[in-house]
């Protein structure tokens, strides 16, 4: 079946400890996307990649990285730098038709919790 | 200004009602936009995508207009189930970013 991948599903993670989420799709999509939700907010862009060994920041990029060494994976790392972690975090992928993406398809998401 | 605005609700209607959202978006140059529905801590999926025609699904419409730069989306007889989120998204052309609004709550009571 094609979709959109993010493990794990559940993260526990210690203050100062860097953690890294993993998303992989194997729908062939150029474009994926790294998204915060905080309870009872919206999603916000963390970053964003349109093809692979490149990658853009999005509107909260600080204390995280990613890399986008493949075009099926598009990990996120939180780090110790990130002072509020605790969210919901959503990746998404989406195609290009005509140079315009396409609608995009979500992962089901990891809860990252520190203790 | 916020690039997508969306009222928040929460909007509380009796089944079989029917109800409309707006999302206003900032950037004239977006090109693609859609309507996305999120259940309580699920991911958001794809309800529709909006042409500049209006399209219709169903119970479901969704229209844009651009000159005054919204879109919107009108749910008729309206289920229990469709008790959730709704999620606007404009895909900025010339950042190639996908943007989301804070989503509408809408809550559909017996």
């Known amino acids: 079946d094609g979709g959109i991948t993010q493990s794990p599903k559940y993260l526990f993670r210690k203050e100062g400890q860097n953690v890294t989420l993993s998303c992989e799709q194997n729908l062939n999509h150029d474009a994926m996307y790294w998204y915060r939700q905080d309870p009872g907010q919206g999603l916000r862009l963390i970053y964003y990649?349109?093809?692979?060994?490149?990658?853009q920041k999005g509107d909260i990029a600080e204390g995280y990285s990613v890399s986008r060494e493949k075009k099926e994976s598009f990990p996120l790392t939180v780090t110790s730098a990130q002072k509020n972690p605790t969210a919901f975090y959503l990746c998404?992928?989406?195609?290009?038709?005509?140079?315009?993406?396409?609608?995009?398809?979500f992962g089901q998401g990891t809860r990252l919790t520190v203790v | 200004r916020k690039e997508v605005e969306q009222d928040p609700g929460p909007f509380n209607v009796p089944e079989g009602a029917t109800v409309a959202f707006n999302c206003t978006y900032s950037n004239s140059a977006s090109q693609s936009f859609f309507w996305y529905r999120q259940d309580c801590r699920k991911e958001p999926k794809l309800l529709m995508s909006v042409y500049s025609s209006g399209n219709e699904d169903g119970r479901f419409t969704a229209q844009l207009n651009r000159a005054s730069q919204y879109i919107s989306l009108l749910i008729r007889d309206s289920k229990l189930s469709d008790s959730a989120t709704y999620l606007c998204v404009v895909n900025m052309l010339d950042t190639d970013k996908l943007i989301f609004g804070t989503g509408t709550r809408l809550q559909v009571f017996p």
């Open positions: 998404a992928s989406s195609t290009a038709r005509d140079r315009v993406n396409t609608e995009a398809f």
């Open positions: 990649s349109q093809i692979v060994n490149d990658f």
